[in-house]
């Protein structure tokens, strides 16, 4: 099972920008995801990405602010986050779907990174 982490997390000021990175441990041929999960919520999806790249889909959340990519010769998916807002603070993990499909199901997603912390200030 590919092994992930995450980095990239940090504290920023409302209206500023972070890019996460997610190195995984092998290649995968499957899509990637991003999700996040603030204090006494539920982890939720943000943001995923087929193999190929060609294929993107994000959170009505985060649309227009994020974008997910992946380089696969460096097995590495980011997530350049603009205009952060204090509701984007949470805990953002990097997940790798058992699907090469599009996907915005937790349970779709069979390994995960550590996460990282992203706070933003107001």
């Known amino acids: 099972q590919v092994q992930l982490v995450e980095s990239g997390g940090g504290l920023v000021q409302a209206g500023g920008s972070l890019r996460l990175s997610c190195e995984a441990s092998g290649r995968t041929f499957n899509s990637m995801g991003w999700f996040r999960q603030a204090p006494g919520k539920e982890r939720q999806f943000v943001a995923t990405i087929t193999w190929s790249g060609g294929i993107t889909y994000y959170a009505d959340s985060v649309k227009g602010r994020f974008t997910i990519s992946r380089d696969n010769a460096k097995n590495t998916v980011y997530l350049q986050m603009n205009n952060l807002q204090p509701e984007d603070t949470a805990v953002y993990y990097c997940?790798?779907?058992?699907?090469?499909?599009?996907?915005?199901?937790?349970?779709?997603?069979?390994?995960w990174g550590q996460g990282t912390q992203v706070t933003v200030s107001s």
């Open positions: 997940a790798s779907a058992r699907t090469r499909s599009i996907t915005v199901i937790r349970g779709e997603y069979n390994a």
